[in-house]
């Protein structure tokens, strides 16, 4: 299939808030727990839209990114819907991601 490139941003743009959409109401899924199925989280992709401001020259903050992702200020998201990590989720991650 051939489109041209406008069409291609726009249907990547709609996908990608598509996920951040899903990712939103699926509090329950943890961003270890991301981390340690996918190798990204919700942290990861607020940080790859701050990278794209930063490379067009958009001011954006870490915050203002996190906000984008998370619907919300992400210590408000952190009170209301981070768990404690177990053990094990932790031991994975040691695992799939030294040093992270």
Not at 42 to 49: D, K, P, V, Y
Request: glycine share 4%; net charge negative; with cysteine.
């Amino acid at each position: 299939m051939t489109m041209d490139a406008t069409t291609r941003t726009e249907l990547e743009a709609a996908a990608f808030r598509r996920l951040i959409e899903h990712l939103r109401n699926r509090t329950d899924v943890q961003n270890i727990d991301l981390m340690n199925l996918a190798g990204f989280c919700r942290n990861c992709l607020s940080n790859w839209l701050k990278d794209a401001a930063d490379a067009k020259g958009a001011a954006m903050t870490k915050d203002e990114s996190r906000e984008a992702v998370y619907g919300m200020p992400y210590d408000e998201w952190k009170v209301k819907y981070q768990r404690e990590a177990s053990a094990e989720q932790l031991e994975t991650m040691k695992k799939v991601h030294p040093g992270h």
